[in-house]
């Protein structure tokens, strides 16, 4: 792994940075377009040994044509390879931006803390500290897979696995896989799994399905429920709970053999397989927890940004408890389209902090 320069604002340099990106996901390029255009000092932190964000980690067998959509980055056109594979077409694409807009990413580096002093951002990764007036986070979920806890799944004599590990539907041929959730994944992983193996699918509420197409207007209606929460404090639900769900064509084999007939939350695990709260049990191979993803803010921890209720409360994509922070890619814009928003929209924040505190304005 190549080491970068460590770039402006580290320890080493004396200058102030405008702001500082954490991330160059969608969310954390688009955000660093916008803060360019506008003349702000900055650099993109990301963790990752290479460009793509969470793209570069999705399984091998998800092809473009399978991805509900990736937006263009600002001022560029999004791919079109619907047999590509997204692991390898949208980090492609990402390279080709930051490489083409000469965007100041810096890599591989994670950062473990955001602390404030002296009324400035202090960013750590490892044994390096960058210095802003103002900070964009852009990292993501895809490092924060949740999994719920139920009795007995350390018992559990099988192999569980979550989707940020689920390597494609080959390694499970002829086994009796169960998998957990009412996401878009889960809909996604039962399409290719049940042509090859035995599958069960359990979700806590009953799914609701779409049949009609997913309008702008829908979009729209999507986004403003979870701005709301957002808006009030609440963590933000995932968009699927909003929209309902929707079979493609790839899904149709699997549908046809029953895959999509839904049972209840089981009660426990055991060795061997799942019991539910009536005795009914279930002997399984695989769990496979399709259950989704958490912001991964811990690095925020010291801003102290959470409101009561659990979740960071946003302005906007400004934070409310400490207005120079700004969170794109998280609630309504965790989706390609809403993370390119986002940016433009943090930029515009940081501009605006940087201009009224300039000022001597109260921010
Ligand atoms: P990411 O792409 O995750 O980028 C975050 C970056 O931040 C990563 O490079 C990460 O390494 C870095 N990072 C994290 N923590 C740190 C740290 N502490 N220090 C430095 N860097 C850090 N959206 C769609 O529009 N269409 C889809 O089809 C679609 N499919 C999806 C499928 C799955 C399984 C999942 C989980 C999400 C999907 N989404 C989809 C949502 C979409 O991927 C994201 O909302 C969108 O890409 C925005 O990405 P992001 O920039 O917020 O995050």
Do not use: K
């Amino acid at each position: 792994m190549t080491e970068v320069a460590a770039g402006p604002g580290c320890s080493t340099d004396v200058e102030v940075l405008d702001s500082l990106v954490i991330g160059a996901g969608q969310a954390g390029l688009s955000a660093s377009y916008h803060l360019r255009r506008r003349g702000l000092d900055h650099v993109v932190l990301d963790a990752e040994a290479a460009p793509g964000g969470a793209w570069q980690h999705r399984w091998d067998s998800l092809a473009m044509r399978d991805v509900h959509g990736v937006s263009a980055l600002p001022d560029s056109v999004s791919p079109t390879d619907p047999e590509g594979r997204a692991n390898v077409v949208v980090p492609a694409y990402f390279a080709t931006y930051e490489r083409e807009h000469d965007l100041p990413v810096v890599r591989p580096i994670r950062v473990d803390t955001v602390t404030e002093h002296n009324g400035l951002l202090l960013t750590r990764a490892a044994d390096r500290t960058w210095t802003s007036r103002t900070l964009v986070n852009a990292s993501g979920t895809w490092s924060h897979p949740f999994v719920p806890r139920y009795p007995g799944m350390d018992t559990f004599l099988g192999e569980q696995l979550h989707t940020h590990d689920y390597p494609g539907p080959l390694p499970f041929r002829g086994r009796r896989v169960l998998v957990v959730g009412g996401g878009a994944s889960a809909v996604q992983h039962l399409g290719e799994l049940a042509p090859v193996a035995d599958t069960l699918w359990v979700t806590r509420r009953e799914p609701v399905w779409r049949t009609d197409d997913f309008t702008p207007e829908l979009g729209r209606r999507v986004v403003a429920l979870v701005e709301e929460r957002v808006r009030r404090g609440l963590p933000p639900a995932s968009v699927v709970s909003v929209t309902g769900l929707a079979l493609r064509p790839q899904e149709r084999e699997a549908e046809r053999l029953g895959a999509y007939r839904r049972l209840p939350m089981f009660e426990s695990v055991e060795p061997d397989g799942v019991r539910w709260a009536d005795g009914r049990f279930e002997r399984v191979d695989v769990i496979v927890w399709a259950t989704g993803f958490r912001p991964a803010v811990t690095h925020l921890a010291p801003l102290r940004l959470r409101s009561p209720s659990g979740g960071i409360q946003l302005d906007g994509t400004t934070a409310v408890a400490d207005r120079r922070v700004q969170l794109v890619g998280y609630g309504p814009s965790a989706s390609t389209i809403g993370a390119n928003r986002a940016g433009r929209t943090a930029a515009r924040g940081v501009a605006d902090w940087i201009s009224a505190s300039a000022a001597g304005l109260p921010v």
